[in-house]
């Protein structure tokens, strides 16, 4: 039970699966649009024998406002800390076997929510893997974005803020990756 915990089983599912060398896609099932993407961020990790390569949505403009808005302020919190100019909030990712690890290992003191997803890329990154940003032109699923509008939807998404910038303000410290 819980989003990390059924994060790290399917990774770890993945992992076991997958040929040696081969990219593991992280995504989520409602963010079925992502896969025509993905043609450029996989061939990136191959060509550039990357371990994570971050996806950057190209307009959030398909999102509901809460979740736009959401998304933004966790990418602005992450640039202040560390000085990464990404979509650092949004899951969908192209791990390899070696970065599958770091989600593995992951053991959280935040909540184990949208952490599990963002505080092992810091990790990774902290390491000196191998890794990049690739922008995607990825479009929420209307049906999806009308689920998710709405003052229940709102709160949600200002606790994900809260969560998950606490979460990565502790890890840049414990880390020492804080921007100067």
Known sequence: PG?????????????????????????????????????LPISTFTEGNYDLVMLRR??????????????????????YLTGIDS????????LSADAIEYYLSYKSAHGDLWDSIACPKLRIIKDGLPWTVVPVNYQHPPEQTAAETGMNLFLKRVKQVDQL???????????GMRAE
Do not use: C
């Not at 979509?87 to 192209?94: E, S, V």
């Open 165 to 175: 910038v606490r979460a990565i303000e502790t890890e840049v410290d414990q880390l």
């Open 3 to 39: 989003m990390g915990n059924a994060r790290r089983e399917a990774l770890r599912h993945a992992r076991d699966i997958v040929p040696t060398g081969q990219p593991i896609v992280w995504t989520e099932p409602e963010k079925y649009p992502l896969i025509p993407e993905l043609k």
């Open 58 to 79: 190209t307009s959030l403009d398909s999102y509901p406002p809460e979740q736009a808005m959401a998304y933004r302020l966790i990418a602005l919190a992450t640039k």
């Open 87 to 94: 979509d650092f909030g949004w899951g969908p990712t192209i």
